[in-house]
């Protein structure tokens, strides 16, 4: 397998992992919704093989996953649980600039609101320590 089909394997493994862990399954649960063994769905996730098809519609119909963001890391996985997420991250954000006394612009902070949805879109879910890098980047 050459490394551009192993990187978009690793990539459609990465965002398989996180739509499983945002619905609460094990991959054994995961294995059986989908219709592939345990030991298949464990090779999709590591980036080792392809998901077929069949599979990627099941995920669709189930969980209304976006194949676009599965496949490509593009678009919403769930439109619904981006906002619900983005709600979230800014009431953690918040509540840290507040506990820490730390006073950014509105702008500065919407900047890390961007680059923070902008990486969970993208599939690539950002650590808040991280995010606490940032706010030190940006402190007036």
Known sequence: MGREVADFFTGIGARLTITRNETGLSQTEMAKKIGVSLRAYHSYEKGDRGLPIEALVTLHEKFDSDVNWILLGTKSARIEHDIDALE????????????????????????????????????????????????ELLRE
């Open 88 to 135: 979230e991250f800014e009431t953690s954000l918040d509540r840290f600039l507040t506990d820490q006394g730390i006073k950014i612009k509105s702008e500065k902070r919407g900047a890390i609101v961007a680059r923070w949805y902008r990486s969970l879109t993208d599939g690539k879910e950002i650590q808040m320590e991280a995010v606490h890098t940032w706010i």
